[in-house]
């Protein structure tokens, strides 16, 4: 507060370039390199605190949620168009130490993002997570009524709908390519995202009559995908509006120019629409087989836009009804299809569903040491002799009989010093549910998930068998390791009995309906 005839106190006054706020630095020539690293070192000095301890995969999966997930969601909420890709590759290798105690990936960042019934433990990957900042922000700016906040967001969205006369054409698109765009590097970074999700790997004629023209990043020539407001004004906008599906053929010239408005280089256009289309699409439109290539990346699309509305995983739900979390959910953790599934189908030569693979509770299990092992096995994470082979770091024989090759269903059922260990956990099954269980490979291997028992009595049956998978691979690693002798089916079991002294009492009580735990 200033009086006449007096000067402030204070007089050295300092111009800076950049302000702090909230943890926010604003001015000009910010460091964002510098800023990201900081945060990187914050939470790498806790995660390295943990490393020491014996934690589970569960364990260490809350604790990156909690110190490096938690703690990057808002600088990636300001920042997300200027994430350091230093600070990502070095939070990767973090999380990968961290997770595998500074070995490779035993399971890839694909697998471990999955859902629970897919077999993954719903890990997020980086990427994704700010991928999904970002599309939650367009969603955000596009159904939210206009305000201060995202007038301009608006503003960008719809800037060339006039041009296109389509209302929404930027967020219908699947590539920006090809467009002189002009609008911030925010809203580029961020609708690239949005693509991301929005494409469809089209397999039917219909998804392929469908398709738009315009923006299609399929549809391309030399590289670049096509951009006509002519046709898209004219009502040509998507491929069944110039493929006449009668004759299986495209359509006649004649329509084309009476349908097009501005007729200039309307033949060049034509051309170029028809050489941009895939020679698959073609062959799917003329009823010629196609081969089917699975598991690809854009074969589930996860978002399918309207002005009104949005589809997520097929169901069709209102902005207003919308949940964050849905939209966060359904991109963090998808529900594709690990390779493991036909692995184990064509082991079993068996078509085998995920819930048949994926059938064992984790809230059944005493140790969660155990359920983690099964879950490797199932994921074929397991450094089996034969596996280290293919690395060149073992003959590939089994260690326990010393004949023949050392495969996970040779290990655990087929090796000829453990298959009369499972006709001993039979009876002992028998014994303590009084149901007589035939464990063949694919029981043993993947759990029992005979329907016709009680599910009570499965998981407790399931529980023997996966604690008996641990026993044996325990005693194999003592012979390889500890260079103790092989042993029989005879003496493995009897290691077993003592090891199920330990868990005796909780036995009994898994007779009562069972709680998570």
């Known amino acids: 507060?200033?009086?006449k005839n007096k000067s402030p106190s204070f007089k050295k006054i300092k111009w800076v370039n950049n302000a702090n706020g909230l943890g926010v630095q604003f001015g000009f020539n910010i460091n964002y390199e510098e800023i990201w690293m900081k945060k990187f070192a914050k939470f790498k000095n806790k995660i390295d605190k943990w490393k020491n301890r014996d934690l589970t995969i569960e364990g260490k999966k809350l604790l990156i949620n909690s110190y490096i997930v938690s703690s990057v969601s808002y600088l990636i909420d300001v920042y997300s168009a200027n994430v350091s890709a230093e600070f990502v590759k070095?939070?990767?290798?973090?999380?990968?130490?961290?997770?595998?105690n500074g070995k490779c990936w035993k399971i890839s960042q694909t697998n471990l993002a999955l859902r629970r019934?897919?077999?993954?433990?719903?890990?997020?990957?980086?990427?994704?997570?700010i991928r999904c900042k970002r599309i939650k922000w367009i969603?955000?700016?596009?159904?939210?009524?206009?305000?201060?906040?995202?007038?301009?967001?608006?503003?960008?969205?719809s800037k060339y709908d006039s041009k296109f006369g389509m209302k929404d054409f930027?967020?219908?698109?699947?590539?920006?390519?090809?467009l002189n765009v002009n609008i911030p590097e925010f809203y580029r970074v961020c609708l690239n995202d949005w693509y991301s999700i929005t494409r469809k790997e089209c397999k039917t004629k219909d998804d392929i009559l469908n398709q738009m023209i315009c923006g299609n990043f399929r549809i391309k020539t030399k590289g670049t995908s096509l951009f006509y407001p002519n046709w898209v004004k004219s009502n040509l906008v998507k491929i069944c509006d110039i493929w006449d599906e009668n004759i299986q053929q495209w359509k006649k010239g004649d329509f084309i120019f009476n349908n097009l408005t501005d007729k200039r280089n309307w033949l060049a256009e034509y051309n170029r629409i028809k050489a941009g289309i895939p020679q698959k699409w073609k062959d799917v439109l003329c009823d010629i087989p196609v081969e089917d290539r699975q598991n690809q990346l854009l074969n589930t699309q996860i978002i399918h836009f309207s002005s009104e509305s949005l589809t997520i995983n097929g169901k069709?739900?209102?902005?207003?009804?919308?949940?964050?979390k849905d939209i966060m959910f359904s991109c963090l953790y998808p529900t594709d299809i690990p390779k493991c599934a036909a692995v184990w189908s064509n082991a079993f030569e068996e078509d085998l569903k995920l819930s048949d693979i994926f059938s064992v509770k984790k809230s059944v299990l005493h140790e969660r040491k155990c359920y983690y092992f099964h879950w490797k096995v199932l994921h074929s994470a397991v450094f089996t002799e034969r596996k280290l082979q293919r690395m060149h770091k073992s003959n590939g024989i089994c260690k326990i009989c010393n004949s023949d090759v050392e495969s996970i269903c040779h290990l655990l059922y087929n090796c000829e010093r453990t298959c009369n260990f499972w006709d001993d956990v039979e009876n002992l099954i028998a014994l303590v549910t009084n149901i007589n269980v035939i464990l063949d490979a694919k029981s043993v291997i993947l759990g029992l998930s005979n329907e016709d028992i009680n599910n009570n009595i499965k998981d407790i049956c399931n529980m023997i068998i996966i604690r008996g998978k641990w026993i044996i691979w325990k005693e194999r690693n003592n012979v390889k390791y500890g260079n103790k002798q092989r042993l029989t089916s005879e003496a493995i079991f009897d290691i077993f009995l003592k090891d199920c002294k330990n868990f005796s009492s909780f036995l009994i009580s898994s007779m009562q309906p069972l709680k998570p735990i």
Not at 123 to 129: E, K, Q, S, T, V
């Open 90 to 100: 070095h939070t990767k290798e973090l999380i990968r130490d961290f997770l595998f």
């Open 117 to 129: 019934c897919h077999g993954g433990i719903e890990l997020p990957d980086l990427d994704n997570f």
């Open 139 to 157: 969603i955000r700016v596009h159904f939210s009524k206009l305000s201060i906040w995202n007038a301009y967001g608006k503003y960008c969205l």
């Open 170 to 178: 930027v967020m219908k698109c699947t590539t920006l390519n090809g």
């Open 316 to 324: 069709e739900k209102l902005y207003s009804k919308l949940k964050q």
């Open 1 to 3: 507060m200033y009086w």
